[in-house]
């Protein structure tokens, strides 16, 4: 790797862009040699910090292509409207994806956006690979990443502010580590079988205790444990084919729209949770567990009209003491989760009318309604975009703070993933930092938007599932993709109106054919075990050795020891 200092150009920006100039401007020029397809290499770091410290830590990867830079102990940017600000980097691949990290710090007001973004030099297009929320008193962590749409001679990696007042931004522990396509998938597939699989050991002994040689041993699971359901509608009930064709696939679910507040109660006391209770035993008898969505929506659109129209804060405050009250006290126990407020992080209705605590004081009546449910925040464009600096990973980390400081204690992350075509080097940066948080995330409505062809659709969702399920700090996932009376979906359906797998089904049950260990054959070796590695769930094991059999049950729960059944056979 070569440094060179050259001068700002102007013609490099992008037009009508406000940008921060990098003193002085660098000059990295990449490998020209092609990326090796061998998965050998860096592994990739999922470390992430979301605390703001006093000095920042050291560069990950070493600093990856960019390890040069850690030369230069302060990279600070000015405020200057007209350059960019950068890393120039040359011979870029379409095919490699780059992790991207640095800390920032600035001058200014209390708190900035920082983004970090990349441009392609040929096309002029640019995209948002990563930002942070910055405070002038301490160093931000951002992550993130990126692939390009096509190979790029020349790319600038930049960084912006949204606040004009912004007048020093440092830079320091620069990172971009490049990665092939096979190492990106490789460590995708290791981690699965670190997190979702776990080692057994069967030692079969006979009545005496002594070990046995050659005993036929048969490991069936009965269920699995990571939680991977779909939305459901009112057109699930009395639907035979569609209820066997969900049942056979799914172990959790939520209701598109029948839990909603103006579904259930559409006028002021009158009641209706018909539709409700239905989907709910439908769900009971699948064996699945149920999503509880939403006790409120703080976008005003899906606000019930008479909700709207209340005059005074008491009136509301009662309305919605109700709907807890009414919601939780029915439906105890039932849901596993609850979103208690939707889409928070764009839209205030509640605590624009109510004060800043609603949200905080809606949070504690739930759990007081219902103490074993986990109860969560639920947003969009979180993990989908990273231009959208309402719900970026550091907005709702800051959100959920601010509960904290108003006595709710953390519980749960939902994440929407509405996506349109998925970053996915940016989507892992994103969960790792809302890992440090060490609470339960789910990928709670996930969907490729219809504005793409099935294929393009069913690949887009591959890469997402297969990246929520490698990453440690997912914990469920939930597809979008309730199909209505004409056999449409919101934005993605997984079937035609008669069932036949779209591609889009097509990858779903791949990948749960996948991620699960129906059958386990084999037979105990000269010390009498017999080991194997098997997804985490619920199996049925039999053992049979001449004349004598044993059968039995056991679970699998995440846990980095091996789990040792211990197997004595009668004669």
């Not at 001058?107 to 970090?116: E, N, Q, R």
């Not at 504690?364 to 959208?388: G, H, I, M, W, Y």
Request: a negative charge; glycine letters at 6%.
């Amino acid at each position: 790797m070569e440094a060179v200092a050259v001068a700002a150009a102007p013609a490099l920006l992008p037009p009508r862009t406000k940008l921060l100039l990098l003193l002085p401007l660098l000059l990295l020029v990449a490998s020209l040699a092609p990326h090796a397809s061998s998965a050998d290499g860096p592994r990739y770091d999922y470390k992430a910090y979301t605390e703001c410290k006093g000095h920042p830590e050291p560069a990950l990867y070493n600093g990856g292509i960019l390890r040069w830079a850690k030369k230069v102990k302060d990279f600070r940017t000015a405020d200057q409207g007209n350059y960019s600000p950068s890393f120039v980097l040359y011979n870029m691949s379409a095919d490699t994806v780059y992790s991207f990290s640095c800390w920032v710090k600035f001058d200014g007001p209390a708190t900035v956006h920082v983004k970090a973004k990349i441009l392609s030099l040929e096309n002029g297009g640019s995209q948002c690979l990563g930002t942070a929320l910055v405070r002038n008193d301490c160093w931000s962590f951002l992550k993130g990443g990126f692939t390009l749409s096509s190979a790029s001679q020349t790319s600038v990696l930049y960084f912006q502010t949204a606040s004009p007042n912004a007048s020093m931004v440092s830079i320091r522990s620069a990172s971009l580590q490049p990665f092939s396509p096979e190492q990106w998938s490789q460590h995708r597939e290791d981690r699965i079988e670190l997190i979702r699989k776990r080692s057994v050991n069967v030692h079969v002994s006979d009545s005496s205790g002594s070990r046995v040689v050659g005993a036929k041993v048969a490991v069936h699971q009965m269920s699995r444990d990571f939680p991977l359901g779909s939305a459901i509608s009112k057109t699930i009930l009395g639907n035979k084919p569609y209820q066997e064709w969900f049942s056979k696939r799914f172990n959790a679910a939520v209701f598109e729209n029948e839990l909603k507040w103006y579904a259930t109660e559409p006028l002021p006391g009158k009641e209706d949770y018909t539709l409700a209770d239905q989907l709910l035993q439908f769900v009971q008898s699948s064996d699945a567990v149920a999503r509880g969505h939403n006790i409120f929506w703080e976008d005003p659109k899906y606000t019930p009209w008479w909700v709207k129209n209340l005059t005074s804060a008491d009136q509301l405050r009662a309305a919605v003491a109700g709907r807890i009250e009414s919601l939780l006290s029915r439906y105890k126990g039932d849901f596993v989760h609850w979103d208690v407020s939707n889409e928070m992080l764009h839209f205030d209705f509640y605590e624009s009318r109510l004060g800043r605590n609603a949200t905080a004081e809606f949070f504690r009546t739930a759990k007081r309604s219902d103490p074993l449910a986990t109860l969560f925040l639920n947003d969009f464009n979180v993990v989908e975009v990273c231009d959208d600096i309402s719900s970026s990973a550091d907005s709702y980390v800051s959100r959920l703070r601010q509960l904290a400081d108003a006595g709710v204690t953390f519980e749960g992350i939902g994440l929407e993933g509405h996506f349109g075509k998925p970053n996915i080097p940016y989507v892992r940066a994103v969960l790792d930092k809302l890992g440090t948080l060490r609470l339960p995330v789910w990928l709670t409505e996930i969907d490729i938007s219809s504005s793409l062809d099935q294929k393009t659709q069913a690949a887009y969702l591959e890469e997402v599932l297969r990246e929520g399920f490698a990453h440690p700090s997912v914990d469920g996932i939930m597809l979008w993709t309730a199909m209505d009376a004409n056999a449409s979906c919101y934005q993605m359906c997984l079937t035609d109106g008669s069932f036949v797998n779209l591609p889009a089904g097509d990858v779903v049950d791949r990948l749960l054919g996948e991620w699960q260990t129906k059958e386990v054959l084999g037979a105990t070796n000269d010390r009498g075990s017999f080991n194997f590695s098997a997804f985490l769930g619920e199996y049925k094991l039999s053992v049979t050795y001449l004349n004598s059999s044993a059968e039995g049950t056991f679970s699998l729960a995440r846990s980095d020891d091996t789990k040792h059944i211990t197997i004595r056979l009668s004669p």
